[in-house]
């Protein structure tokens, strides 16, 4: 698809000619004209990397903001113009001796409800630098299993920044992999609030995307959540100390549903509810919703750290954890950068010319093991050469013996069901299903089968079935039923699913997908968080998500049947067959799901 071949091109442009051009695009519309607060000209050639701010949890209250003599740049038409204000301070000097120092309060001239002067940190009156009004707060919300956090005045743009958060714009203080609280950060590189502050000017969007899987969960993870909302908001905080003052959009994904990357899930809900106009009231005093502002997804871009890159790609590096942000980037159709490429980090080798195919690893990120466009597109173009006029071999034989036993071996949410039900149980010899799913115990399976075929039923075992030892207790079975009624051998047949583990989880996200959408075509769960188990659903949970240990559990015990060793009558390879109801449906199947 065309969306992809934007997105992983390594001749994408540099983020530097991006932001070069600051001139408005008469199509880029919804550009906001909020207010920042830059660094004046004889400190805007290196952005200091300040040290990380002690965490203060957010307090939504009215603050009396006073400052002393500023440069103050107001975007407009977004364009940085310096105005000047000044502020009248009273207050009284420090004074350091040999053997102390004393310091009064600094007060603002104004006062408090209850008349006492309004006291002014001393950092807002720091000689030599650029007075910042005091940090704004962020306010954290939740929409549904999704954690939102505004910083700043929002206003819709079609051009949007998107940046994860842990490892992209925040790392640890240390050589641990999870941060210990909410003032365990430092900055990924120190051009952060820089490259911020041009942004801005040159008409982005900040939004954060970060999955932060069970931060809703009540009491329970409520540590994890301080911890996340902290470090948010501290990164602001020395992002503002640094003289960049911007608003920012906040996503957590909390929950295991739609919203968590790679699926598009919060890049959908930042674009249908939170890039709109402001909200109207008609004559007739009904709310009317802000215009959706279109986001222009090709100029656009996302950066993350979770690219897939091998062991090495930066020496003395670990192999990246996931590329669930590479593919978030692949799914949306935008540019996606490392934070390497994105940063250019001092102790990394900048990337190449851009008319060079040689990109530094530790810039690039690595293409997907598993591509379900590609996959797709196999399947179509072998459908399209088959011979039209072959006829394909039905799995029950017009001569099949009655009873007879199948046996299905694959991986979970290889299409074994679909296939058992499709073929055998709806076929006019109606097999009997035996599911383990569904009876819970192996041996009430084994019990089943012999029971229906003492009765002369036909049975399919809709299993993993992935060892010998496992099949062999069903051959064994038949073998006790054929000796028992002495009417001829029983045969015994088996459908080898070949589906591989990605094919395979790959499925089962999409079948739980399908089960849990929503009226909108996104996916909640409702159980992951707390507020959401005490509110039933709508549309309750009909298809649980499998954990990855059952994909890997079925790969590290299958042995490939084998028809003579094993004593079957035939072992027949059976390729996952895609089918769709609607061409919605497909869609949503050849997105990067995992």
Not at 165 to 182: E, I, P, Q, R, Y
Not at 484 to 501: E, K, S, V
Request: proline share 7%.
């Amino acid at each position: 698809m065309s969306k992809r071949k934007a997105a992983s091109s390594n001749r994408q442009p540099t983020i530097d000619s991006m932001l070069a051009d600051t001139t408005p695009h008469d199509d880029a519309g919804c550009i906001s004209d909020d207010t920042i607060l830059c660094v004046s000209s004889q400190e805007s050639a290196s952005f200091p990397s300040p040290e990380p701010k002690k965490h203060k949890p957010s307090i939504p209250t009215a603050t009396t903001t006073t400052t002393t003599t500023t440069t103050e740049t107001t975007q407009t038409s977004q364009s940085c113009s310096l105005k000047t204000t000044t502020a009248v301070i009273s207050a009284t000097v420090s004074t350091t001796t040999a053997s102390d120092t004393t310091t009064t309060p600094l007060t603002a001239g104004k006062q408090d409800a209850s008349g006492k002067p309004v006291k002014v940190h001393p950092f807002f009156l720091n000689a030599g630098h650029l007075a910042l009004q005091p940090p704004a707060n962020v306010a954290w919300k939740e929409h549904g299993s999704v954690l939102v956090g505004t910083s700043g005045h929002q206003r819709p743009s079609a051009l949007i920044a998107a940046f994860d958060f842990d490892g992209t714009l925040s790392v640890v203080k240390g050589k641990h992999v999870h941060a210990k609280d909410a003032n365990d950060w430092q900055f990924v590189h120190k051009t952060i609030p820089e490259r911020f502050a041009a942004l801005h000017d040159a008409g982005y969007r900040i939004v954060i995307f970060s999955n932060q899987r069970g931060i809703l969960d009540g009491k329970k993870t409520e540590k994890r959540k301080i911890s996340f909302t902290g470090r948010v908001e501290n990164v602001l905080l020395a992002i503002e100390d640094a003289g960049v003052k911007i608003p920012v959009l906040i996503f957590g994904a909390a929950g295991a549903d739609w919203y968590r990357k790679p699926r598009p899930g919060m890049w959908e809900l930042f674009e249908q509810h939170y890039n709109r106009e402001a909200e109207t009231t008609s004559h007739d005093g009904n709310v009317v919703p802000g215009a959706v502002c279109t986001v222009d997804r090709a100029r656009s871009f996302y950066v993350g750290d979770a690219a897939g890159r091998a062991a090495g790609h930066k020496p003395g590096v670990k192999k990246d954890f996931a590329d669930t942000d590479h593919k978030l980037a692949l799914n949306v159709g935008c540019p996606f950068y490392t934070p390497e490429s994105f940063f250019h980090r001092a102790d990394v080798p900048p990337p190449p010319p851009a008319d060079s195919h040689a990109v530094h690893p530790s810039h690039a990120p690595t293409a997907p093991s598993f591509d379900p466009v590609a996959f797709l597109a196999e399947r179509h173009a072998a459908s399209a050469s088959a011979d039209p006029t072959a006829t394909t071999r039905p799995y029950i034989p017009e001569n099949v013996a009655c009873p007879e036993l199948v046996l299905i071996v694959g991986s979970p949410a290889s299409g074994k069901s679909t296939f058992a039900k499709r073929h055998f149980v709806d076929s006019s010899h109606a097999y009997v299903r035996v599911n383990q799913d569904e009876l819970k115990t192996r041996e009430k399976c084994l019990r089943v089968t012999e029971e229906a075929l003492r009765a002369g039923k036909s049975v399919i075992v809709d299993n993993t079935n992935p060892d010998p030892d496992t099949r062999k207790k069903y051959v064994d079975i038949a073998a006790k039923v054929q000796a028992a009624h002495g009417n001829g051998r029983i045969p015994i047949r088996c459908m080898w699913h070949t589906a591989d583990q990605a094919l395979c989880q790959h499925n089962n996200i999409y079948r739980v997908y399908m089960a849990n959408k929503d009226r909108e075509g996104g996916w909640v769960d409702w159980t992951s968080t707390a507020a959401g188990r005490a509110q039933p659903h709508s549309n309750p949970v009909t298809v649980a998500k499998l954990p990855t240990i059952a994909f890997t559990s079925y790969a590290s015990r299958f042995r490939e049947p084998n028809a003579e060793k094993e004593g079957f009558d035939e072992v027949r390879r059976v390729d996952w067959d895609p089918q769709f109801a609607r061409a919605e449906d497909e869609a949503a199947w050849s997105l990067y799901l995992v």
